[in-house]
């Protein structure tokens, strides 16, 4: 399979993408991962990419597990973006207790968009921390407008 991994639309040099389609997935040490294919639908950012991943500590040193030790959207997010090597930005909301993504490498959400987040195609509720994901699964990040 071709399938390239998270491509800037406007460039990503040759040799960062020979990089990113021959860099395995690191398996993080925890107690139940999953392999997971995370989508990124961006405005300038955009793919898939299948990636192993599992509860642990993100941003803040929160730790993303679902409340059942899983898997979850966010961890796939960030075990991506530190094996491909992409920026995300995130704010922590209270009334969710979860962490609201403000941005996926140059993709940033305003006043008039939001990164949505699917599993199967299904829309997540209730916070990417707090869904658990499992192996088979595909995640999607969208930027999609607000309405």
């Not at 071709?2 to 040099?13: C, D, E, H, W, Y």
């Not at 030790?69 to 961890?75: M, N, R, Y």
């Not at 987040?117 to 930027?143: E, M, R, W």
Request: one cysteine or more.
């Amino acid at each position: 399979m071709t399938s390239p991994f998270l491509l800037r639309k406007s460039a990503l040099g040759a040799a960062a993408l020979a990089f990113a389609l021959t860099l395995g997935a690191a398996s993080p040490a925890a107690a139940q991962n999953a392999e997971v294919t995370l989508e990124i639908a961006g405005n300038d950012f955009s793919g898939g990419v299948p990636i192993a991943t599992g509860p642990r500590p993100v941003f803040d040193g929160t730790l993303c597990d679902a409340g059942s030790d899983s898997a979850t959207p966010i961890t796939a997010l960030v075990d991506a973006s530190e094996t491909f090597g992409f920026n995300v930005q995130s704010h922590f909301d209270k009334g969710l207790k979860d962490f609201i993504v403000t941005a996926i490498d140059v993709d940033e959400a305003d006043s008039t968009h939001q990164w949505n987040i699917y599993i199967n195609d299904q829309p997540v509720s209730n916070g990417g921390c707090h869904a658990s994901v499992a192996t088979g699964d595909t995640i999607k990040f969208a930027l999609e407008s607000i309405v």
